[in-house]
């Protein structure tokens, strides 16, 4: 039987990995201020909080990270969805009512087995749900929270839902807890809807990592996956390659490092420098895999980030 790479460099378990395992989740300060308000934002009920992020900034990894902490205490109830794009709110709040385990009664399920859900369905699920909320919240006083990955893909109509879930509350707090994290155009959709931005409890934008943080993610990368050896498996010319090509993006600096460590064992060398890395990126480009930064776009948001920042630590 082969070798993993990573054992005969002396790891334990494989260091970059791009599963959102939350064990290896680097904590940047901007992710630990967003972990940190959205579980105070839980605590104290106030319903919505909304992450935004460009593509591979981290938003996924922090989602499975809040469940990791949320895991560890029993007066919460949560469910994840990840891909949220349901093609009408019957099946949008028929999913929500199952992963909550509500029971809607029979004839909800006999409608939706007929391929016929009526109006009277909705009104059906949306009013179990209601009382699945003031059992859970008022009754038993748990903490009941709907996490949203991908959330940009929500439609209009499950927004709509979300809002009205929004609505049902005591004279203290919301009865259902809402984190949304999406890609930076869920902040043009829900601008568009009043109604629901302004039920935005606490909204954040995660940038990429600077050249600093680039290198204490790869180092706790390192030691997380186990690795005890004394050498330095990545040397500093090739830290500052890596931020340059990765912009600080946590997905493509976990890549790279990756592709760099397997290439370390198949050339026999024993520390990654800036000429392996270039090499590899050079490979890329002569096979046509190479892409300039992508996030064009980033101006754009500029406001935003800058809006984001007046609200941080708010």
């Known amino acids: 039987k082969k070798m993993s790479y990573y054992k005969i460099l002396g ?10 395992d939350p064990e290896f989740f680097y904590l940047s300060k901007e992710h630990e201020a967003a972990l940190t308000n959205i579980l105070i934002e839980l605590r104290i009920k106030r319903g919505l909080s909304v992450i935004l992020g460009d593509v591979g900034t981290g938003k996924t990894t922090l ?35 199952k992963n909550l385990d509500i029971a809607p009664s029979r004839d909800i399920f006999s409608s939706a087995f007929s391929g016929a859900p009526t109006q009277a369905t909705i009104l059906d699920l949306r009013e179990s749900l209601e009382r699945f ?36 509350e005591t ?19 829900i601008m568009n809807i009043p109604n629901f931005f ?27 996956a186990g690795y005890r050896g004394n050498m330095r498996l990545f040397l ?8 340059q090509y990765s912009r600080g993006y ?4 976990t890549m790279l490092c990756h592709r760099a460590l397997k290439e370390l064992v198949l050339k026999n060398k024993f520390v990654v420098d800036a000429a392996l890395i270039a090499d590899l990126l050079q490979g ?22 800058g809006e984001a920042e007046g609200i941080r630590g708010s």
């Open 236 to 243: 500093d010319e090739a830290l500052k390659e890596i931020y």
């Open 133 to 168: 909320l003031f059992q859970k919240g008022v009754t038993e006083n748990r903490t009941v929270v709907i996490i949203i990955d991908e959330a940009q893909k929500l439609t209009d109509k499950s927004l709509e839902i979300l809002r009205v879930l929004l609505n049902y």
């Open 63 to 97: 989602s499975r990270k809040l469940i990791q902490e949320l895991k560890s205490r029993d007066d919460f109830i949560f469910h994840i969805v990840l891909d949220p794009s349901f093609d009408n709110e019957y099946l949008f709040l028929s999913s929500l009512a």
């Open 284 to 305: 890329d480009i002569q096979a046509g895999w190479y892409r300039k930064d992508p996030l064009v776009q980033r101006n754009s948001y500029q406001g935003l980030r």
């Open 250 to 253: 946590p997905r493509r600096i």
């Open 11 to 20: 790891f334990e378990k494989e260091p970059f990995s791009t599963s959102p």
């Open 171 to 189: 004279n203290e707090y919301k009865l259902l807890q809402l984190v949304l994290l999406g890609q930076l155009e869920l902040y043009t959709r």
């Open 198 to 224: 302004d039920r935005i409890s606490f909204r954040y934008v995660l940038n990429p990592l600077g050249l600093n943080e680039t290198k204490e993610m790869i180092e706790f990368r390192i030691r997380q």
